[in-house]
C-alpha cells in the first residue's frame, strides 16, 4: 500500500505537459525588478542607491528581523531607480530595477558544475549561509527557510520531510529539479539534515514521477540516512500537514505547527537552493520557472533570473496563445489569478500557467444540493457547506467553533462542488476574521 | 481581456445535472424489470408522475419562488421516477397525479425548492397517498411473466396477472392473526430466488433486487452516493431481524426475508441517500442508517402498515437538522498519535 493522507483528497487530471522539458537556462536583458519584500515577515532594507552599480549575486536589501530575508541582484548593471511598482496583482510595492549590462557575477560565487560532496561547516555556519543566501521556502509560501531551521527553544526536530509531492497539477519545475540535479539536491537535504541535527530525512514524491523515485533511489545509497519515500497521487499531498500525515502518520493539532509533532517540512526546490548556497556561495538570484497550458505550443521549464518580467518571458516564445483567459502564477488549485503581465518573477515564483478562455470562468454558482462532498473532500475534516453560511452571515464565533481558521485553503470544496458554490472564497474572508479575533486575544 | 478569480481556478466538471442523471440511470434497470412483469402501463404512471412533477417545479418555481427555473438539474424528475416507483402498478392516474403534486408543491417548493426541504418529497408523496387511499395503494398484482397491457386497473382481470397481496402483507396478516410463523412461511412457500429477480408482487419499482443493486454498483461507480448508507440500514435490519429470529421464529420473519421484501433496497438505496435529507457526515450517515434500519424493523413488526422503511425514512429526515449540529466530522490533529 502506498502511503498518503487520510482525510479527504481529490485527485485532477495531472495535466503535467511541461515534465519532459528539460530546464534552460534564459540570459538576463533589458531590466530587473527585484522586490524588497518576497518572503512572509518584514521586507528587506535597500542597501544601494540610484546610480551604483551592481554584479550578479551582490546584496541589495537586508533583511529586517529575524523573520525576514536578503534580496540580491540577480544581474550585473546599474541601478535605474528604487520606487514602488505595481505587482503581479497590481498591488504597488518598493522594488529595486537595475539595468542590464553584460553578465559579471561575484568572484566568490563558484559557477562551475562540479559538484561538492563535503558538508564541511558546522550546523551554525550552515543557518547563518542560508540566512546571509536570502533563501526562503519554495514551495509556495515563501517563508524564509532560516526561520525553519531555528527550532524553538523547548522544541526538539526529530524528522525532517522533503516535499517532492507536487501534487498541484500542471507544475512540473520540482520535478525537473529531482530529475537534473538530483545529486545537488540530495546534498542539500543532507545539509539540512545537519543544520536540524536529525536522524532521519524522507522524501515524498508522488508516484506519478516513478523515474524521479527511481532516479533518487538509485542515489540513496550514496547518501546515508535519507529514505524516498513513493506517496500515492492525491491533492493536496503537498500541504505541509498533509505530508507529514502521509510520511511519518503525525497530525499536527489545530493551531499547532509541525515542529510540535517534532518534524520540519522543506521544499526540493528549496534544499536545492540550499546546496548552492552552502556548497556554491550563491545566493537565491534564480527560480525555476514553468511556462505551462492546454494551448501552449512550446512547453517550457527555464531557469530565470528573479525580477525578470513575465511578459518578457512569455515574448520570447512567441507571446501569449490566442484565446487566452486566464493567466496563473502557479498551480491551477492554489495559484493565484494574475492582472498584471509586466509583474516580475519572484523568489517563489514557480510556474506561469496559461488557462484557455473556456476554462478561465468559475461555472456559475447555484443552490446546495447538500450532497456532503465538500465535507467528504477537506483534508481537515471541515464543514466548508456551513462555515460559507456561517462566513455570509459574519458569524464569527459559529466559525471558530466550527474551526474555520484550520483551513489550508487548498480549494478542493471548490474543485468538487456540484452546485459550483463560492465556498473557499467565503471560509477565507471568514477564517481571516476569526485569526484577527484570536489574535486580538492574546 | 484578463479574468482574474481567486483559487482554484479548475472544477471537476460534476453539476447537479450530472448526478441527477446518473441516478435517473441507476433507476432504469428496475423500471425495465417492471415493464416486464407488470406491463406497459408502468410506463404511462412514470410519465405521469415525472411530467406533474416537473411541470409543478416549473410553475411553482416561477410563480410562487420567482426563481430562475431549476427543473434544468433533474432533481424533479428524479422526484417523480422514485414516486412512481412506490406505487402499486394499478393506481388511477388521477392519484398519480396527486401524489405528484404534494411531494413537489407541499414538501419541496413551500420549503423554498432544491436544497430546502427537510423531507424527503417522493415520499411524503406515497405516504400521503397511502393515508388518502389505503384500499388503492394496498391493490397489488402479483408479478407472473411478461405483459404487455395498457389496460386500466378497471380491467385488472384482464391483465395476465393475478391479484395478491404483498408477502409482507401475508405475514403481516398472520402475525395479527397470531399463527406461528414457521408454519405460514412452509405454506406459502416464498422463493427467494424469485424475489432476487423481481416475481413478486409490491410498489412496481421495488420487485427487482438485482436491478435495484445493479443500479446501486451504478451510482458507486460514479460516484453520485457513497456505499455507506445502504450498508448501515442492510447490517442493522439483518442483525436486528436476525436476534428477533433467533429468539422466536414462530412470531418473527427471518433476516434474509426482511431484506428482500417491501420497499427495502428502493428505500435504502435510493431514497435514504436522497442528499437534501440525509446527514453531511459519515458518523451523521451511521447514526441515520442505523435509525433507518431499526425503526423498519420495529414498524414491520410491531406497527399496523406491513411496511416500514418510507416511514422509517421520515421519520429520520426529521433527526437530521439535529444530527448535522451535534455530529462533527473527524478533524485533522483531533486525535494526536505520535508514532
Redesign the interface.
Known sequence: MLKTFK?GG?H?ADNKMAALMPIEDIAPEGKVQIFVSQHLGAPAEPIVAKGDTVKVGQLIAKSTGFVSANIHSSVSGTIASIDSIPDHLGIRRTAITITVEGDEWLKTIDRSKEIKHNITITPQEIIAKITEAGIVGLGGAAFPTHVKLSVPQGKKAETLLINGAECE?YLTSDYRVMMEYSEELLIGVLILKKALNVPKVYIGIEVNKQDAINKLKGLQSKHQGIEIVPLKMKYPQGGE?QLI?AII??????G?LPID??AIVHNVGTAYAVYEAVQKNKPLIENILTITGKNVKEQKNLNVRVGTPLSSVLQKYGGLPKN?????LGG????????NLDAPTQKSTSAI?I?PQL?????KP???????RC??V??????P??LIRLAERKMYDDLEK??AH?CI?C?CC???????LSL??YI?LGKTEVLKIRRSRK | MLKISPSPHIHDNVSAHRLMRDVIIALMPALLVSTYYFGLRILIVTVVSILTCVALEYFLGKYALKSKSTIGDLSAVVTGLILAFNLPPTLPLGMVVLGAVFAIGVVKISFGGLGCNPFNPAIVGRIFLLISFPKEMTTWVKAEGFNTAWSLPADTASLDAVTGATPLGIIKGAMAAGKDLTEVFAQNDFNYLEMLFGKIGGSFGEISIIALLIGFAYMLIRRVISWHMPVYIFATVIVFSGILWFVNPARYSDPLFQLLTGGLMLGSIFMATDYVTSPMTKKGMLIFGVGIGLLTIIIRTWGSYPEGISFAILIMNAFVPLINRYVKPKRFGEVVKNG
Open positions: 482525510l481529490i485532477p497539477p500537514k500525515k502518520n503525525r497530525e499536527v493539532p489545530s499547532s509533532v517534532g487566452t483567459g486566464k493567466i496563473i491551477p488549485m492554489m495559484g493565484k489569478a494574475i492582472s500557467l488557462m476554462e478561465a470562468s468559475r461555472p447555484s443552490t446546495c444540493i447538500r450532497c456532503s465535507v467528504s477537506c483534508p481537515m475534516g471541515l464543514e457547506y456551513l466550527n474551526l484550520d485553503e480549494g471548490i474543485y468538487s462542488c456540484p452546485a459550483n473557499l472564497d477565507r
